[in-house]
T-cell receptor
Framework: EAGVVQSPRYKIIEKKQPVAFWCNPI?????LYWYRQNLGQGPELLIR????????DSQLPKDRFSAERLKGVDSTLKIQPAELGDSAVYLC?????????????FGEGSWLTVV | AQTVTQSQPEMSVQEAETVTLSCTYD???????LFWYKQPPSRQMILVIR??????QNATENRFSVNFQKAAKSFSLKISDSQLGDTAMYFC????????????FGKGTKLTVNP
C-alpha cells in the first residue's frame, strides 16, 4: 500500500515568490494534516482536514498561507508571498479518521528554502 | 495546552548497547495517547511505538519499549541491542482523546549509534 505522497521534495524560491505543495494521503484516510517543521524543532500543526472540511486551522498564518482539499482526497498548501522565515520542512500526514488514538502516518516532507 | 519536553538534545550509544530517551509532558486530561516517532535524515516521521494512557502495561515493539509513569507524566523510550540503523532524531508526541487527532511534539533527541 502506498504511503503519503508529497511533492515537490525540494524547492528553493526567492522571497516574495509563491510556492505550492501537494499531498496525496493514504487511500481511505479521511483525516489529512499539514505540519511545519523548523530546523531543530518538532513538527507543528498548521491545518487539519476531516474530509474536505478544515476543522483546525488556528495555527495557519492566513495572511499568506492557504490550503484546500478538494473532494476530500488530495490537498494543496500554498504560500504567497513567501518570506525568509518560511524556510522549513512541510510535512503532510493522514489518519483513518477522527477517532481517538488513530496513528498518524507522515509523508517524506517538502523542503522549502526561501532566499 | 499540552506541552512535551525532551531534555536530551543529543545522545550516543555503542552498537548492541541499551539507551533510554526521556520525555515528560504536561496535561490536565486523563485520557490521551503518547507516541515515539523516529525521523531519519530523509525526514519522514516513522512511528516507533504508542501508548494509551488508560493502559497500565508498558508498550513494547521488538527492541523498543517504554516506561510510562502516568502520575509523573513521564514517557521514556528504551532501545535495546542498538543498531546503526537506529541513528535518527526521536520525537515524543502527545495526542488527545476525544475527536482531535492533533499531535503535540517535543523538540526531539538526536541519537547516534556508534559502531
Amino acid at each position: 500500500e502506498a504511503g503519503v505522497v508529497q511533492s515537490p521534495r525540494y524547492k528553493i524560491i526567492e522571497k516574495k515568490q509563491p510556492v505550492a505543495f501537494w499531498c496525496n494521503p493514504i487511500s481511505g484516510h479521511n483525516t489529512l494534516y499539514w505540519y511545519r517543521q523548523n530546523l531543530g524543532q518538532g513538527p507543528e500543526l498548521l491545518i487539519r482536514y476531516e474530509n474536505e472540511e478544515a476543522v483546525d486551522d488556528s495555527q495557519l498564518p492566513k495572511d499568506r498561507f492557504s490550503a484546500e482539499r478538494l473532494k476530500g482526497v488530495d490537498s494543496t498548501l500554498k504560500i504567497q508571498p513567501a518570506e525568509l522565515g518560511d524556510s522549513a520542512v512541510y510535512l503532510c500526514a493522514s489518519s483513518p479518521g477522527a477517532h481517538s488514538g488513530n496513528t498518524i502516518y507522515f509523508g517524506e516532507g517538502s523542503w522549502l528554502t526561501v532566499v | 495546552a499540552q506541552t512535551v519536553t525532551q531534555s536530551q538534545p543529543e545522545m550516543s550509544v555503542q552498537e548492541a548497547e541499551t539507551v533510554t530517551l526521556s520525555c515528560t509532558y504536561d496535561t490536565s486530561e486523563s485520557n490521551y495517547y503518547l507516541f515515539w516517532y523516529k525521523q531519519p535524515p530523509s525526514r519522514q516521521m516513522i512511528l516507533v511505538i504508542r501508548q494509551e494512557a488508560y493502559k497500565q502495561q508498558n508498550a513494547t515493539e521488538n527492541r523498543f519499549s517504554v516506561n510510562f509513569q502516568k502520575a509523573a507524566k513521564s514517557f521514556s523510550l528504551k532501545i535495546s541491542d542498538s543498531q546503526l540503523g537506529d541513528t535518527a532524531m526521536y520525537f515524543c508526541a502527545f495526542g488527545t482523546q476525544g475527536g482531535s487527532e492533533k499531535l503535540v511534539f517535543g523538540k526531539g533527541t538526536k541519537l547516534t549509534v556508534n559502531p
